[in-house]
């Protein structure tokens, strides 16, 4: 009412102030209400102040809008600004991080010195085929790591038709800027006397090419030059290559660079150089790199130095590889270990340091803004076709690299969790610089923060928390404390952002409803793409995947949290809540289809169709002159309506993908009856990715984008298969077709993958589901390097495996100590049973009586007695054995019953760590007792395993199948206990 009477007044004063004037001169003290007239200004001009500081406010809200998505989450950094310096990290600061080079090597730091190698075959080809970047364009027969340690060294092959190329480094460290580097370059290196120079990073450095013992000698040229960005390394290098003559007969041609060629406007003089050696093969040359603080360097990194350093960190790798994945146990032959050597090589040699801005924006931007300069260390799914980090291949990436080095995956993550903004949203693409940027094409390369991706980095996650939880180390404590802060807000974004229309549903955004060309609109944010969903996108879908994704995601929130002292009451009911079968049932289960199925406005009758030239295009159309082209559209046949959407595939086995389905459910059986049919899932080579029964199997979603996540096998979803199927087999009543088709499924995958590889020489990137043969993108060492994984059988998330044998006592030991060699293992007859208590089976093997009389033999009941108490004590102790490394457990004898047993374990209660218990062999012999070996997954080559070495005392290591000296070749049993947690 005030604001009402004070504009009247004001439109009043303002019609009297025209009309007379000079009347409210003559009158302003005489008349009251005239001489007041100043008043309602006052009013005004409050009102005014108070419209501007609202529009103030007002704008100042639309800039935090506008920068919201720009701004960096406000909490502690997990990586300090300087953690990838040399000065921090020393071991890891040189590497091969230019993951899109054939080679390349640079420091993780934001203004790298770069060096990359090129080269190029003489031919009539023009432009010249000179190589640089990976680019499948280039027709590479093969080419990759054959073995690569993620920090010491690599060797690497690169096949052309007409010649081979191999590429090796070897770094050592020493001094205060990262150490020395030297790289080898058979058949087509470079030759130069020596570079010095210096740079913030590295201090004083000299790059010196030492002189080849090749035979066969070299031309030498080179380029020095200028360019503004990185990218235009391979453009400036071809523009100045001229024809030169090989022989003095002036016969034969070839190319060499130009020499100087700076430009004038070039800032501060030549930025790059590139040295060019053209040779006659064969040849080998030796590019060394020396730090200028390496003060007590023994000797340069190079001829039979760099020779003897490459063997030694190349039997490092291969004893490496033994201890972590035990594939020579696994009956693989060495050929095709070879090729899962390789396979691991690439992936860790494919990781990369990238630093720069993202291109992203917001609702509230009109137009793509910069996020702010960031560094990211991170696996790259494919150097030709895909060098560059993506959020939902990185999970899969490090359930590979955490088994292989859990420092170097923590690294990994910690740099994607330091891009996650104030909202909690990270960029799902990370195309970092002008190099990175050059590959992408210009519709992909802007990030809108709506779009998620699915969370995959809680995969690797699980198991190096539950490793970091039970550790002792102070930088895992510290690793936790940091983490958690950041997964919380990403967490809370997810439920923010992609929550669905109704309580407990999600749906993932990005999708276009307004698409007249696809058959069906993608689904990019959830990573499947072209996977058939709603074929109308609505608020109404319901998307299971991203449902089991936040399912997962709580759970290991809520054990972060617990191990924090933190509130972890929220995570552990949302956990439960996802994973209530009877909800998850209402929301997603199709009983007409009985299988789990996303939800939305849909319909099947649809097709794409060309559509006829529009009158104004038909008017100025001349006699003969074809038809103007138009593309395909989407033609709806039936309208749709709301409902499951029937398109059976991997998005169907979510539930059961991520152990979310009750293991004695009736639908789990029916999973297990689908996988196997063959007119839907099931092939020779793999899980296909789409029924072959569904309506869009193998179709183009566009007249121009052929099928993707339609039919082909992908690895990464295979492995999830394969480790719910592991999950099953151990703690479902369907246990018995779940190790059928686990067994089955793994073999098929692994033998089709590695007769790809030898018959391309690729891991690739998708398996078509007709004749198993790679397509896509190659090399695609991403996901797909997952087949090691499936060879090694590191499928379940911890697994303990405990082998204990039983001792006589000392006096009886010592008169039947040849009594072994009576026993020949060929004429053995193996006899199992089994006790099961919850997710645990205990299976013991025996001997037959009339091999060993067993009269001192314990019952079954004392047995299971001692194996709860072992199990409830490393449960609930928080023992982790593959990190304590367990070697030394001295139960009391088991034949004194379950009580003495618990005695002893009381006494482990109080270290907390197995380990710490050691016993002699001559005290293991006087106490009468049962010794129990705890065995790494590593070392854990099958179940019965009778090539076991029993670490007794210090390195004394013992085959009990061998006689010797120490007598200890009795074997009465073989336990195998496995706990899958």
């Known amino acids: 009412m005030k604001m009402g009477r004070d504009r009247e007044i004001r439109r009043r004063s303002g019609s009297s102030r025209v ?145 081979s190329l191999k590429t090796s480094f070897v770094k050592r460290e020493g001094g205060k800027h990262g150490g020395d580097w030297s790289a080898r370059i058979s058949v087509q290196p470079k030759r130069l006397a020596s570079i010095s120079g210096q740079s913030e990073e590295l201090g004083n450095f000299k790059l010196s090419f030492p002189k080849s013992t090749s035979a066969n000698k070299g031309k030498y040229d080179h380029l020095i030059s200028y360019v503004h960005r990185l990218d235009r390394i391979t453009d400036v290098t071809k523009n100045s290559l001229r024809v030169e003559m090989w022989d003095k007969q002036r016969t034969v041609p070839y190319f060499s660079l130009g020499g100087r060629l700076v430009p004038r406007e070039s800032p501060g003089g030549p930025n790059f150089m590139v040295h060019q050696v053209t040779v006659q093969p064969p040849y080998e040359i030796e590019v060394v790199f020396e730090s200028g603080s390496f003060n007590e360097r023994p000797n340069t990194l190079s001829g039979e130095e760099l020779s003897k350093t490459l063997n030694e960190f190349t039997e490092r790798f291969d004893k490496k590889f033994t201890d972590t994945f035990g594939l020579e146990n696994k009956g693989f032959s060495k050929t095709d270990i070879d090729i899962a050597k390789a396979v691991v090589s690439n992936m860790l040699g494919g990781i990369g340091y990238f630093y720069g801005s993202s291109i992203v924006q917001s609702k509230y931007n009109k137009e793509p803004v910069e996020y702010w300069p960031a560094p990211l260390f991170t696996a790259v799914p494919s150097r030709s076709f895909f060098p560059r980090g993506f959020l939902w291949d990185e999970g899969f990436h490090n359930l590979l690299i955490s088994q292989w080095s859990p420092e170097i995956s923590k690294d990994i993550i910690s740099h994607w969790l330091d891009l996650i903004n104030t909202e909690g949203w990270i960029p799902r693409e990370q195309i970092l610089g002008h190099e990175a940027r050059a590959r992408v094409p210009a519709e992909f390369v802007i990030q809108r923060n709506e779009n998620a991706n699915p969370p995959t980095l809680f995969l690797p996650l699980k198991r190096l928390v539950q490793d970091m939880v039970h550790s002792s180390d102070p930088k895992d404590k510290e690793f936790l404390k940091s983490l958690f802060p950041r997964l919380k807000v990403w967490y809370n974004w997810y439920n923010i952002s992609q929550v669905g229309a109704h309580p407990l549903t999600y749906r993932w955004r990005g999708r276009d409803d307004k698409t007249e060309k696809e058959l069906n609109p993608k689904t990019l944010t959830s990573g499947l793409d072209d996977y058939p969903r709603a074929s109308h996108p609505t608020s109404e879908e319901r998307h299971i995947d991203l449902r089991c994704w936040i399912a997962l995601a709580s759970g290991i929130l809520s054990d972060i949290a617990k191990s924090l002292g933190e509130n972890w009451k929220e995570y552990e009911s949302t956990y439960k809540v996802l994973t209530d079968n009877n909800l998850l049932n209402q929301l997603h289960w199709s009983p007409q289809k009985q299988r789990y199925c996303d939800y939305g406005l849909n319909t099947n009758k649809m097709m794409l169709k060309r559509p006829k030239p529009p009158p104004e295009m038909m008017k100025n159309l001349q006699p003969g002159q074809p038809l103007p082209h138009m593309d395909k559209v989407r033609v709806i046949m039936k309208e749709p309506t709301y409902q499951f959407v029937d398109s059976f595939g991997y998005v169907s086995l979510f539930p059961f993908l991520l152990k979310i389905v009750d293991p004695d459910s009736p639908k789990l059986m029916k999973i297990l009856s689908d996988l196997k049919n063959p007119d839907l899932l099931w092939t020779d080579y793999g899980l296909r990715s789409l029924a072959r029964n569904a309506p869009l199997y193998n179709r183009y979603n566009t007249e121009h984008d052929p099928p993707y996540w339609r039919g082909a096998i992908w690895v990464n979803m295979n492995y999830l298969v394969l480790s719910a199927l592991h999950h099953y087999s151990e703690t479902s009543q369907y246990k018995g077709p779940a190790k059928s088709i686990y067994t089955e499924l793994r073999n098929n995958l692994i ?96 001997l037959p009586p009339e091999e060993y009389s067993p009269q001192k033999l314990v019952d079954k009941k004392s047995i299971y007695s001692c194996m709860i108490s072992l199990k409830d004590f490393i449960s609930n102790e928080n023992i982790n054995s593959q990190q304590t490394q367990v070697s030394h457990l001295v139960w009391n004898c088991l034949k004194l019953g379950h009580q003495n047993c618990s005695k002893l374990l009381q006494k482990c209660k109080k270290t907390k760590n197995i380990s710490n218990i050691q016993y002699n062999v001559d005290s293991i012999m006087s106490m009468n007792v049962f010794l129990c070996i705890a065995l790494t997954p590593s070392s854990l080559y099958s179940l019965f395993d009778t090539h076991i070495f029993l670490n007794v005392s210090n390195d004394a290591k013992i085959d009990p199948l061998q006689y010797d000296n120490t007598a200890m070749t009795l074997e009465l049993l073989h336990f195998a206990w496995t706990l899958t947690k």
């Open 19 to 163: 009309a007379s004037d000079d009347a409210e001169k003559n009158n302003r003290f005489e008349n009251p209400v005239v001489a007041n007239k100043n008043k309602p200004i006052k009013v005004t001009g409050g009102v005014l102040i108070f419209i501007t500081v609202i529009m103030v406010a007002y704008f100042k809200y639309k800039m935090y809008l506008k920068n919201i998505v720009i701004t960096p989450l406000d909490s502690p950094k997990m990586n300090a600004d300087n953690s990838t310096s040399a000065a921090v990290n020393p071991d890891r600061f040189w590497g091969t991080y230019r993951s899109n080079l054939y080679f390349g090597m640079k420091t993780r730091s934001p203004r790298p010195p770069v060096f990359g190698f090129m080269w190029l075959a003489h031919t009539n080809q023009m432009p010249p085929p000179l190589r640089h970047w990976c680019d499948q364009g280039d027709g590479i027969p093969k080419y990759g790591w054959l073995k690569h340690d993620g920090i010491n060294f690599g060797i690497q092959e690169i096949e052309e038709k007409t010649y």
């Open 751 to 846: 033998k089709n993958i590695i007769h790809e590889y030898k018959r391309t020489g690729y891991i690739w990137e998708q398996y078509d589901d007709k004749t198993g043969h790679g397509k896509g993108s190659h090399p695609f060492t991403g996901w797909s390097a997952l087949v090691v994984m499936m060879m090694a059988e590191k499928i379940s998330l911890k697994l303990l495996s405990l082998f204990l044998m039983i001792l006589d006592d000392y006096n009886d030991f010592w008169g039947k100590k040849n009594l072994y060699r009576s026993v020949a293992p060929k004429k053995r007859n193996k006899q199992y049973f089994s006790i099961n208590f919850n997710s645990t089976q205990l299976l013991i093997q025996t």
